[in-house]
């Protein structure tokens, strides 16, 4: 059983940045393909970036570029580091670790760009 807790939401300014983490406990995150999602309200779950266990790295078109997903394997822990926000960036972030059938979700973190 793989538990996920983000952290590192909140409340920023256009143009700003935020860092999220994703803490994992009961395996190890290398093993597993981690992504983050968002779901902003009236709109579906959307894949913002992942990142394999040989370190491949995918983004969202529309984070791309401002977005860095990374890992840090001995904190057993999943970054997003967030540069450059948009108000459209405002949504519930969730991460996800996925292996095979198995797939885990956290409890979500919100962001919410504004002036």
Known sequence: ????????????????????????????VRIYTMSWYRQ?????????????SSGTTNYAVSVKGRFTIARDNAKNTVWLQMNSLKPEDTAVYYCNARMGINNYWGQGTQVTVSS
């Open 40 to 52: 902003a309200p009236g709109k579906q779950r959307e894949l913002v970036a992942s990142i394999t």
């Open 1 to 28: 059983q793989v538990q996920l807790v983000e952290s590192g939401g909140g409340l920023v300014k256009p143009g700003g940045s935020l860092r999220l983490s994703c803490a994992a406990s009961g395996s190890a």
